[in-house]
């Protein structure tokens, strides 16, 4: 059984992208990821009465995997970028349309190199030494039933839910639901699945 402060909201709002981006109760987020186009990458993400919030694009023909988080005006908010030739699979967030390294905003890596499940390190710009993580994310991908922790302890600040219908097989279409707790950063919450799918899209992932 869960701790009762396993979950407990965040006291103060946790801002990584914007404080427009963070509120005070749950955020319930659809996410729909286009299944069969010639790019991996493309989502569709939506607040559970379909109004679009944000999008992710997928640049092609690219040495580099390279995607981009559009609000729902097509502004980028957030630029990503997989670095190549990285054991642990680390991908960066810029922001804006920026791959600067003045402009990073957090960094992404498995936390080591062969997994059964999905164990991914967060850290921030200002983490420099990288020996204590941020955020963790633990779960299985394939099921989309991933869970975002703060740093390494056991404080839930978001979770997956699959939410796949015959229906949306058929059309090509993989959706799943994300709840995001209070005053925590929802937009960071959706370029954290970004990479969840980057990393997982490139190794078949679990």
């Known amino acids: 059984m869960a701790h009762p402060s396993s ?33 991996d990458g493309n989502f569709v ?19 580099h995997d390279h995607r981009v988080l559009l609000d729902a005006a097509g502004n980028p908010i957030i630029t990503f970028k997989n670095k190549l030739r990285s054991a642990h699979d680390r991908w960066q967030a810029f922001r804006g349309d920026s791959t600067d390294s ?21 850290f921030l710009a200002n983490n420099t030494k990288e020996e204590v993580c941020d955020f963790k994310i633990k779960g299985s991908w394939s099921e989309r039933s991933c869970v975002i922790y703060a740093g390494e302890s056991s404080t839930t600040v978001a979770q997956m839910h699959k939410k796949n219908t015959v229906k949306s097989i058929l059309v090509g279409k993989d959706k799943f639901m994300v709840t995001v707790y209070p005053n925590i950063d929802y937009a960071f919450i959706v370029a954290l699945i970004v990479i969840l799918d980057g990393i997982n899209t490139n190794n078949g992932g679990a």
């Not at 993400?45 to 040495?63: E, M, P, R």
């Open 7 to 39: 979950s407990a909201p965040s006291a103060n709002p946790v801002s990584i992208i914007g404080p427009q981006f963070c509120a005070p109760y749950p955020v319930d987020l659809a996410v729909v990821r286009e299944v069969w186009t010639i790019t």
């Open 45 to 63: 993400v939506t607040d559970i009465t379909g109004n679009i919030l944000f999008k992710v694009k997928a640049a092609s023909l690219t040495i």
């Open 102 to 122: 003045s402009d990073l905003i957090f960094t992404v890596k498995r936390s080591s190199m062969f997994q059964l499940k999905t164990t991914l390190d967060v």
